[in-house]
């Protein structure tokens, strides 16, 4: 076996080796940097420029949300009795009226013929004692009487037959049947949840915005929600929240959009996209960019003197290659290479950019 502090001392040989040959022999390659960076003849530092002109872009706020259904409801038994029909089950889309269970009917038959028999007796003698009353062989009071009795058969018939109607259990709205709480055989008392509805069409993408996104958004303003399974739908803004959210310091918003087929369900996550109104900007690229001694974020720059400038910069949007930035003029010489070694107020000697590109 060979002497590990023979092999330790072959390493370190030849690592001092390839060391020494960088120092000797340079590099092959072209450092831009140093390149820019050298005194020309004048004393004056070289720095690489690049012109750029503002471009219009749209802006847009991401925020990420969850989809819900623009309305859900628990409907509960109106009247009593037992479930005789299910026309509709969990899961079945139905229209707003559809009869989707029926109760038992009973004697509700029988009460609303019964109360219409009385409504005939009462309103036969509610005309004969108006009749007797014009010939003078009938009082006022009688009159009265006669007509208050008919009244109230009336009322008799009308909540019979409210009755009679309420063991037909109905959708309230279009929409989708989310849970179903009874089965054929079940007895039902006066408020027992039956079914609980949801409506899908339009479906919600509610989000939440900062203090700084909130005050850029619009009510009725377009929004584009972009769902995990590979699917965008656009719609609508209809609320942004008047007041921020105690605990996140946030500001709900809603957007809402067509969902016809119902394929979209409650409670998938989306990315809430919502584009801003076009506006000016550079594309810069983010290595250019330089902290001023406050700390404020800014970009060197040349004057028609060739004298370094700091011009503060607010960033728009940042993307994987490039940053958009506001706050420098439409025209502007940016400093690209060697920003690092000039100062504002320096003369420097501009080398002009020629290929493609940000730098």
């Known amino acids: 076996m060979r002497n590990p502090l023979f092999i330790a001392l072959f390493i370190a040989t030849l690592a001092v080796l390839w060391i020494g040959s960088g120092l000797i022999f340079g590099s092959s390659g072209t450092d831009n940097v140093s390149e820019v960076s050298q005194n020309d003849e004048n004393g004056l530092v070289q720095v690489r420029i690049r012109e750029s002109s503002a471009q219009p872009m749209r802006d847009e706020i991401t925020v990420t949300g969850r989809t819900r259904a623009s309305r859900k409801i628990d409907i509960s038994a109106e009247t009593a009795g037992q479930v005789a029909e299910l026309l509709a089950e969990k899961g079945d889309i139905v229209e707003e009226g559809q009869v989707i269970a029926k109760l038992e009917l009973r004697d509700r038959g029988a ?24 010939k003078g062989f009938n009082s006022q009071v009688r009159l009265a009487e006669a007509r208050a009795q008919l009244e109230s058969a009336r009322a008799q018939l009308k909540e019979a037959r409210v009755d009679l109607a309420k063991i037909e259990i109905k959708a309230p709205f279009d929409g989708v049947i989310n849970e179903q709480y009874i ?57 942004i929240a008047p007041a921020a959210n105690v605990d996140t310091r946030t500001f709900p918003v809603e957007i809402q959009a067509a969902n016809p087929d119902h394929e979209i369900r ?94």
């Open 183 to 239: 089965e054929i055989g079940d007895y039902l008392s006066v408020g027992d949840q039956v079914f609980s509805f949801v409506d899908l069409d339009p479906i919600e993408v509610e989000g939440f915005l900062t203090e700084n996104q909130v005050v850029q958004a619009r009510l009725g303003g377009e929004a584009v929600a972009n769902l995990l399974m590979d699917r965008s739908i656009k719609g609508e803004i209809t609320y």
């Open 111 to 134: 009460r609303v013929a019964e109360a219409e028999q009385l409504v005939n007796q009462r309103n036969i003698q509610y005309k004969a004692s108006k009749e007797l009353a014009k």
């Open 266 to 359: 409650e409670g998938l996550t989306a990315e809430i996209r919502i584009p801003l109104s076009e506006r000016l900007a550079h594309k810069i690229s983010p290595s250019i960019l330089s902290l001023a001694d406050d700390g404020t974020v800014g970009i060197k720059t040349l004057d028609e003197n060739d004298i370094v400038q700091f011009t503060k910069v607010r960033l728009i949007k940042d993307t994987t290659e490039h940053l958009w930035v506001d706050g420098l003029p439409e025209k502007v010489r940016l400093i690209t290479v060697g920003q690092e070694f000039v100062l504002p107020g320096q003369p420097v000697e501009p080398i002009q950019a020629k290929e493609d590109g940000l730098l």
